[in-house]
């Protein structure tokens, strides 16, 4: 469901990127309908399939997915880092930040290169944040960050000197998930569905705005 609000917020920035007005308030609200419901028709058309044909579905998956090499790897973090910049000067610019942007962003993408050379510790992956639990924890940590380093009405100029910084807690959460990448499976209890339900149904609203932090 949070591909509806990421699918407006990205038709929304169509008009930063143009500097017109392609996609309007009401617009919006009907783009994440639409995402919304091919979603839910999605997911439902994979749990029919799987629940009528459980053999088939068993045998098109695959066992194991092979791992792209390291040169395959780093070009992909070369093109992921482009792309990021692309993205970023129409609306920040080209200059110091951006590329602090670009470095940190490539910083987990290329130690995860090399992944199986780094330590994995048991505790961490067991008691680290995952799943929807560490997507509303981020999102109140951000809140927070931006807040103390913007305030509740930042100018244009403070918000390009400074959105780099609001990327360090991804970047550090992306670290931490590193060292801490496997081995530990908490059961599926109802318990924890249901948490996950309430865990959801509030970073929804904090998305939408319907719960404000400050």
Known sequence: MFLAFAAASMFKALNGLSGLELVSKKELIWIQLVVAVAFLIRRGAEDVATYLYPSRSAQVQPEKLTSPGVGM??????????????????????????????????????????????PNWLWLNKWYPRGVFRFALLLVLGVYISTWLLGHHASDAQIRQTYNLLLLPGIVAALIELIGRQGWEWPDTWAKRYAGVCIWAFAVCLV?????LG
């Not at 602090?100 to 993408?109: C, D, G, H, W």
């Not at 939408?208 to 404000?212: H, L």
């Open 73 to 118: 790897s780093w070009i992909s973090v070369a093109v992921r880092v482009i792309v990021f910049v692309m993205i970023a000067v129409p609306f920040f610019g080209f200059g110091w930040v951006t590329l602090a942007a670009a470095l940190l962003t490539a910083i987990p993408m290329a130690l995860k290169i090399y992944e199986d050379q780094l």
């Open 208 to 212: 939408t705005g319907v719960v404000s």
